[in-house]
């Protein structure tokens, strides 16, 4: 719609410590329990960095049918970013029923539980 505001979730990577709050938050917020597995938000920890990932059509990285990820001219395998918005090969997904997990915010009006908790910034809701 003409006028209607897309919000997205911004990550700033180089502030992430790798605490998995946002991941903990979410799975609150969605379950009621402290389930990582079911949360809508993931943190792939590397040896140089965290890299926090959101499940849900917001995430912009074009398929690569290598299943390769250039971030900071580094390859990163498995996809990961892709796949968190591609409903085909999603890699979050229900445990026990495999139904693909995809964030919505956590609600309407947007209050995402991920940005609010994160005590590094990391994460923003914007337009």
């Known amino acids: 719609m003409e006028g209607e505001k ?3 979730i911004k ?7 790798g605490c998995k709050l946002c991941e903990v938050a979410c799975s609150l917020k969605h379950t009621g329990t402290a389930n990582i597995q079911r949360s809508r938000i993931k943190v792939f920890i590397r040896e140089r960095y965290c890299l926090p990932v959101i499940a ?3 995430t912009e990285a ?17 996809c990961i ?12 997904r ?12 956590c609600g309407d009006p947007p209050d995402p539980q991920c940005v609010l ?9 914007v337009e």
Request: net charge negative; charged share 25%; aromatic share 8%.
């Open 6 to 8: 897309v919000m997205k």
């Open 94 to 105: 229900e445990p026990d029923v495999d139904i693909p997990l995809k964030c919505d915010f």
């Open 117 to 125: 908790w994160c005590p590094a910034g990391t994460l923003k809701l």
């Open 56 to 58: 849900g059509p917001y």
């Open 62 to 78: 074009a398929c690569n049918s290598k299943n390769i990820v250039m971030f900071e001219g580094e390859e990163i395998s498995e």
């Open 81 to 92: 970013m892709c796949r968190a918005s591609c409903p085909a090969k999603s890699v979050f």
């Open 11 to 17: 990550i700033d990577h180089t502030k992430c410590s």
